[in-house]
């Protein structure tokens, strides 16, 4: 199992936690971005730049994230795509995405891409503190001991 990272806006503290985690577990983390980033030496962490075409980074994900591979996105329809693959998928703010609820989070997206296209909502996502850094190390801590388990057995 990998963690796949969609690094293009992925906060500095997901990837500290993340690097810490991959080293600590010996599990392999891919950061997968369209500019150049940096990462301690280790045989755990890879990076792959791709090109700056739009979702280039999402369609590089999608193409080699297989069952059970975990997957750090904010990209709701990246999220959409992977889940019915078997991959486990959670957002920067420690949220999941699953069979049960993709549906639904797709369809608010897109009513609120509607209403900021049309003027009616302005603003984008709130800011990122210590509460939503806690909500994502505690789900992908959760997440990453589950699927390494799975991967023991």
Same mark, same amino acid.
């Given at each position: 199992?990998?963690?796949?990272?969609?690094?293009?806006?992925? &906060?500095?503290?997901? $990837?500290?936690?993340?690097? +810490?985690?991959?080293?600590? !577990?010996?599990? #392999?983390?891919?950061?997968? @971005?369209?500019? &150049?980033?940096?990462? &301690?030496? +280790? &045989?755990?962490? +890879?990076?792959?730049?791709?090109?700056?075409?739009?979702? @280039? @980074?999402? *369609? =590089?994900?999608?193409?080699?994230?297989? $069952?059970?591979?975990?997957?750090?996105?904010?990209?709701? *329809? *990246?999220?959409?795509?992977?889940?019915?693959?078997?991959?486990?998928?959670?957002?920067?703010?420690?949220?999941? =995405?699953?069979?049960?609820?993709?549906? #639904?989070?797709?369809?608010? !997206?897109?009513?609120?891409?509607?209403? !900021?296209?049309?003027?009616?909502?302005?603003?984008?996502?709130?800011? =990122?503190?210590?509460? #939503?850094?806690?909500?994502?190390?505690? +789900?992908?801590?959760?997440?990453?001991? !589950?699927?390494?388990?799975?991967?023991?057995?």
């Amino acid at each position: 199992m990998k963690i796949w990272v969609d690094a293009d806006a992925c &906060p500095g503290v997901v $990837k500290d936690i993340i690097v +810490s985690a991959a080293i600590r !577990r010996t599990t #392999e983390a891919v950061f997968v @971005a369209n500019k &150049p980033l940096s990462l &301690p030496n +280790s &045989p755990y962490l +890879s990076f792959i730049q791709v090109n700056k075409e739009l979702d @280039a @980074a999402d *369609l =590089y994900i999608k193409e080699h994230a297989k $069952k059970f591979d975990l997957v750090i996105t904010q990209d709701i *329809l *990246l999220a959409h795509l992977l889940v019915p693959a078997g991959a486990v998928v959670i957002d920067p703010r420690g949220k999941k =995405y699953t069979e049960d609820n993709i549906g #639904e989070v797709v369809s608010t !997206r897109n009513l609120m891409q509607g209403l !900021r296209d049309s003027g009616e909502i302005t603003g984008g996502s709130k800011q =990122y503190g210590d509460r #939503e850094k806690r909500a994502f190390a505690a +789900s992908f801590d959760q997440e990453l001991t !589950r699927l390494l388990r799975i991967g023991a057995s």
